[in-house]
């Protein structure tokens, strides 16, 4: 392997090169937080200085592009099959689901009749059929009660992680596989018991049956949930009621969390009729399943749009994001090879590093359909040290910098007024600036291939000509003033790089004496380094600003100065202009990026921003340690915004 001092190339993935002084490795730690790194060791012929270490860390994910035209989300939420399913279970180990009982009884004509737990016990005189043992005596009070309420069987559940003497051998809870719109859920109970009474006939006495899911062999009810959350005919989704879609579709600041997926993956609508693996067909547990549990219970709630056993409905919790989120629909991304492929037979580790994607509308716009992507969120290396990805678009997060920007560009976009007269032997010149003028704005395209063209916004002013003169032809007195204001954002690694350049063109003319320059030719470039917060904050250091003064003066030799005091006026002209002009073009406030939160903070941890080749704005996300409450940041009344004045001036100057 060889590695360039800037760049290289690892295992096909693109890595940075920080060199640490092997006395000194303190600085490295704080360039970056460490996530992961390769000592490389160098031959003698090394063109490197042997005193040094050359330690190659592994960066985030580079390829995002979602603001290419087959896709246009303002922002992807991507999270890998491993991650969810070790964070479900812990989910559902620390947290207790609702204990579902399923009762029915028969009814006058002998037919099974669902009813309710509490009003089966009522009708059975407070006896509870989950606490009668396997061998019950007939003629016993309790078995009598329920014989009287015509009991027939019962179902006890509750979600959770079923007892294993070895933890590894739970089953996935979540199969993400080939297809883009669905995956496999395995419903997973920590408690599941059945019972069941049989009434007898005139040939065979009454008979009690009473099972529970045993240790290390767990009852699986699994079924295909179809993942499209869009109101287009043919999918399961479009069939619920508005109020059931509005609980499936959580548009708050609890959207991405893994409460709201258990909620989705249970809903009994959104699943296919489930099978029942871990009980031996024909037995009497199986039966029971197959007729009382996946018949009319099932049937029953799929009508309502309902979520099996009874699952909690998340807590819609408030957003602190700066977009809000209006609308989302689900994605599975399959492993894909070097051509953007799904790979047709994944092994273990590739099938864990399938990716489960929201794919999110912000503030009212459109939401594309769902396209595959062409990249992994995640690859190997990163799988141990993240669970995901946010990615925001690049032409979103620069829309918002234009919303930031939009009281100070006009601010700098100047329009030049001027006026000469004669007055007696007095040649008068009158000049002024009128700001607040709109420029040109324009959102380059990411290029393919990519980092050609990091710049992501443009601005572009340029005022009509301002002239006038006396005399015949102008030859007591002339003025010209024009000016013109360029401005660009640029997206790179991790930096935000926006240069701003304001030019003012002057022509002046006493008698014969003219010249002209550029008196105010100004260009500031302020670079900030961003980092993110682990609540989904950016956070921004500005590098020392970078001024670059070009102006000219606009002059002539002491002769002709002599007799027409040009270089008088046109200093006057300089100074005032360029007091005015330092006034209206000021340096961008870092709060314009500190502002500015990503979505996902009550669910993820963030680390690592950065932006990708493409110049989407990406941070790896750690799921919050499951079963501790939301806690939500307070977002500002108003969201701090820098505010500018609109300026005129006007000066007058006799010669």
Known sequence: MTCAPDRGQCNGRKISLTIAHEYDLGPVYNVRPLTRFIVCRFTSQAVFPSRFHYILFIMPNNDSYISAPSYGYDFVV????????????????????????????????????????????????????????????????????????????????????????????????????????????????????????????????????????????????????????????????????????????????????????????????????????????????????????????????????????????????????????????????????????????????????????????????????PVPFKWNWVDQAGASDHHGVASINRNTLANYFRQQMRFYVPQVCLQPTVRVWQDGLTIWYQWGFCSGQSPTVTTPLATDPPLINTTVLKYAWKSAPAHDSTGINGSLGAMELRSSFDMTVQFTDTRIIITQRLVIWLYAKVLATSDSANIYDKTITDTFNITINPEGGLEAKASLPVEIDSSKDADTNPFEDFFTHFNDLTEDIKDWTKGFASHSQQHVPVDTIRNYVFPGGQTFKFKDARFSDYQDLTASICYLEPGKPFTVPAAPLNAKQTSYSNNEGLATKQS
């Open 78 to 369: 991507a999270t890998t099959q491993q991650s969810i399913n070790a964070t479900l279970l812990k989910f559902l180990d620390s947290c207790q689901e609702p204990v579902a009982y399923i009762c029915f009884v028969a009814d006058s004509e002998g037919k099974p009749e669902q009813i309710e737990y509490d009003e089966l016990k009522k009708r059975a005189h407070d006896t509870d059929p989950f606490s009668l043992p396997a061998t019950v005596d007939p003629n016993s009070t309790e078995f009598r009660n329920l014989l009287s309420a015509r009991f027939l069987t019962g179902i006890r559940a509750q979600l959770g992680v079923p007892k294993v003497s070895i933890p590894t051998k739970v089953p996935d809870v979540v199969i993400l596989g080939a297809l883009t719109s669905e995956v496999q859920f395995n419903m997973l109970c920590s408690d599941f018991d059945i019972v069941k009474l049989d009434p007898g006939s005139g040939y065979s006495p009454a008979s009690w049956f009473r099972t529970s899911q045993p240790k290390d062999a767990p009852w699986i009810l699994s079924s295909k949930v179809d993942l499209r959350l869009s109101t287009v005919p043919g999918n399961a989704y479009s069939t619920m009621p508005p109020d059931v879609q509005a609980q499936i579709k959580n548009l708050t600041g609890s959207a991405f969390s893994l409460q709201q997926l258990l909620f989705d993956l249970t809903n009994a609508r959104l699943a296919g009729l489930p099978d029942i693996h871990g009980i031996t067909p024909g037995t009497v547990e199986y039966m029971v399943l197959q007729q009382y549990f996946l018949g009319a219970y099932y049937t029953q709630l799929s009508k309502k749009g309902q979520p099996l056993l009874g699952c909690s409905i998340v807590p819609r919790t408030a957003s602190a994001a700066t977009m809000t989120l209006t609308n989302l629909d689900l994605e599975v991304c399959p492993f894909v090879d070097s051509n953007g492929q799904p790979i047709p037979k994944p092994d273990s580790i590739q099938a864990n590093l399938a990716t489960l994607n929201y794919l999110c509308a912000a503030d009212g716009s459109n939401l594309p359909p």
